[in-house]
Nanobody, 123 residues
Framework: VQLVESGGGLVHAGTSLNLSCVLS????????FGWFREAPGKGREGIAA????????YYADSVKGRATISRDNKKNTMYLQINDVKPEDSGVYFC?????????????????WGQGTQVTVSS
């Protein structure tokens, strides 16, 4: 099983960030997933998560109203979009796959992780 994130880099404040995560080795459809962020000096923070049916979703207060988590099961790809990005959105973003049917907002029970993609928001 492998997860590979893309879409990171330098982003200007006020614009949109679009991250992708391609899953290989398993079909995406039966599984929930989440996106996490690790900023310098801070621990790993859960940013957004969704269940395998996408019938329950979570967004951290820091991105609520600005972020959208989504998927394309045919492409086996997970997405995270954050609009109106701020410098505090900078960090390494990770996608993670869940084998649980319930919504997971913390990272400890996620089964597989990507290697992360660096995002730097310039003011």
């Amino acid at each position: 099983v492998q997860l590979v994130e893309s879409g990171g880099g330098l982003v200007h404040a006020g614009t949109s960030l679009n991250l992708s995560c391609v899953l290989s080795g398993l079909p995406l459809e039966p599984y929930g997933f989440g996106w996490f962020r690790e900023a310098p000096g801070k621990g790993r923070e859960g940013i957004a998560a969704t269940t395998y049916r996408d019938d329950d979703q979570y967004y951290a207060d820091s991105v609520k109203g600005r972020a959208t988590i989504s998927r394309d099961n045919k492409k086996n790809t997970m997405y995270l979009q954050i609009n109106d990005v701020k410098p505090e959105d900078s960090g390494v973003y990770f996608c993670a796959l869940s084998f649980y049917h319930m919504l997971l907002t913390e990272g400890t029970k996620y089964a597989h992780w990507g290697q992360g993609t660096q995002v730097t928001v310039s003011s």
